[in-house]
């Protein structure tokens, strides 16, 4: 009787053993899936980001339309926020940062004459 008792100890023991295998297993190929989409995810986000860098006409005509109704005068950020919700698709960084591409091409402009 105590040969069975080891006997089915040692049987729980490897039935426990092949449980903690599998959630193992289980949860290294949940871990490669997620790593999988992660890394289509950041395939995808240099093409997202060049089409965010890219402006319409309509866009830039709506910046620099709001860029004259939204004076500097205002608090910064009150007139970024303005001048973002004017912009369609565009977020207030993006407007900041156009904003600064352009001032940089003016100064530019006006230096090398």
Known sequence: QIQQEVKQQIEEEKQKER???E???????RQEKEKQQKEKEMEKQPEEEKDKDDWSQEQQKALEQALKTYPANLPKEERW???AGAVSGKTMKQCVERFKELRAA???R???K
């Not at 959630?23 to 190929?29: D, G, H, P, T, Y």
């Open 19 to 21: 449980e903690r295998q």
């Open 23 to 29: 959630k193992e297993r289980q949860e290294k190929e």
């Open 81 to 83: 926020a303005k001048i």
């Open 106 to 108: 003016v100064i530019g």
């Open 110 to 112: 006006k230096d090398g």
